[in-house]
Nanobody
């Protein structure tokens, strides 16, 4: 049974940095592409970043490009989201999610089949 558990969220001042982690249980980690989405109060869940199964391909939302970096460690079964130059507009609950086995990266949440519980990121001005 695959499970996703996010950590690393918190309160940070504008301009600061945070690194989110997503620990993935199970022995099939390398079969999956992963994504990060976020949802602010009153808004729809939006795509942030995605990474391919090998880690060689990443894709980012325009709003975070150049500030966020997604990576994965297949030996540790963990996916990361390094966030820098944070602004109050980045405040949201951040969710880690996986694609079905064998599929590539996507930007639509409906293409992902398993979600973590989310971790809150709050950026103060």
């Amino acid at each position: 049974q695959v499970q996703l558990v996010e950590s690393g969220g918190g309160l940070v001042q504008a301009g600061g940095s945070l690194r989110l982690s997503c620990a993935v249980s199970g022995r099939t980690f390398s079969r999956y592409a992963f994504g990060w989405f976020r949802q602010a109060p009153g808004k729809e869940r939006e795509f942030v970043a995605a990474i391919s199964r090998s880690g060689s391909i990443t894709k980012y939302a325009e709003s975070v490009k150049g500030r966020f970096t997604m990576s994965r460690d297949n030996a540790k079964n963990t996916v990361y989201l390094q966030m820098s130059s944070l602004t109050p507009e980045d405040t949201a609950v951040y969710y880690c999610t996986k694609r079905p086995g064998g599929y590539g990266i996507e930007v639509h949440p409906r293409e992902y089949d398993l979600w973590g519980q989310g971790t809150q990121v709050t950026v103060s001005s």
